[in-house]
């Protein structure tokens, strides 16, 4: 039976350490699952920087959308993360809001059936204002919507405030 633990907050609010430190506490060698493209150069350089203060213990995975094709059994995993997993999604579907949910709802619903601890991290892009352009209000639904379904089949859940964790569930 799969443990889920999600870390939301807003940009640079420390969801990533602290996920990163939950996953080493619970395992010598967790599994960095980044669901990242790479979007443009300022992108892959941000990747490689979050590659390189990842330490040899870490198994490395870049998946952009079939996260449950993985065999995860007995691990520790931490999904980086949902916001950039929806994202996929969302521009494979045409801004198609309701595709991209239920196809996320589906990948998802697959990766928990296995026996494993997953950390996800995810972003609150819907605490700030509403945007004006109605593709990002689209992006705004779709992400709150998986972050209620993923957080109502969590263990558990935190909130991260300005590098402080704050339990919710």
């Known amino acids: 039976m799969a443990k889920i633990t999600l870390i939301t907050g807003g940009q640079r609010s420390g969801k990533s350490n602290y996920a990163q430190q939950l996953a080493l506490q ?9 669901t990242s493209r790479i ?16 330490g040899p213990e870490w198994t490395n995975i870049e998946e952009e959308k079939a996260l449950s094709k993985h065999d995860f059994t007995g691990r520790v995993v931490l999904i980086d993360c949902v916001t950039l997993w929806l994202t996929n999604f969302f521009f494979d579907n045409d801004s198609h809001i309701d595709q ?13 059936q296995q ?6 991290v ?9 945007p004006e352009n109605p593709i990002q209000r689209k992006f705004t639904d779709l992400q709150g919507w998986m ?19 704050v339990k919710v569930k």
């Not at 979007?39 to 990842?54: F, L, V």
Request: proline share 3%.
């Open 26 to 34: 619970l395992s010598p060698n967790p599994v960095y699952l980044a």
């Open 147 to 165: 972050n209620q379904h993923i957080a109502q089949s969590a263990n558990e859940v935190v909130l991260m405030v300005s590098g402080i964790a």
């Open 115 to 120: 026996d494993a601890t997953f950390i996800f």
């Open 122 to 130: 995810t972003n609150e892009i819907g605490l700030g204002g509403m």
């Open 39 to 54: 979007w443009d150069e300022e992108h892959r350089q941000r990747i490689i920087r979050h590659q390189a203060d990842r």
């Open 100 to 112: 991209s949910l239920e196809e996320a709802k589906s990948e998802f619903a697959q990766l928990i």
